[in-house]
């Protein structure tokens, strides 16, 4: 039961994260579910940064997740995931 929470709190993360930063990203929703998946490692990840000062790989809250999945979202976003014209 463990891992489908988990699923659903990257999914939910994602969504977030895709709605705090409006675009055309073509991702459908499992695409959404893996972005707060591994948002919630690189936030879980900068928080131990933070706090600890050791970089330990971990998951986070919701939060933590959130603000992850925008940071990957802004990073996919700059190496050409999506092509932004003006």
Known sequence: MGLIAFLVMGLIAGFIAR???PGADP????????????GSFVGGTL????????VDLSATGLL?????AVIVLWAWR???GRRVTV
């Open 19 to 21: 709605w705090l930063m």
């Open 27 to 38: 991702m459908g929703w499992v695409g959404t579910m893996v972005l707060g998946v591994v």
């Open 47 to 54: 928080l131990a940064l933070l706090i600890t000062g050791n």
């Open 64 to 68: 933590g997740s959130i603000l992850g």
């Open 78 to 80: 700059q190496w050409g």
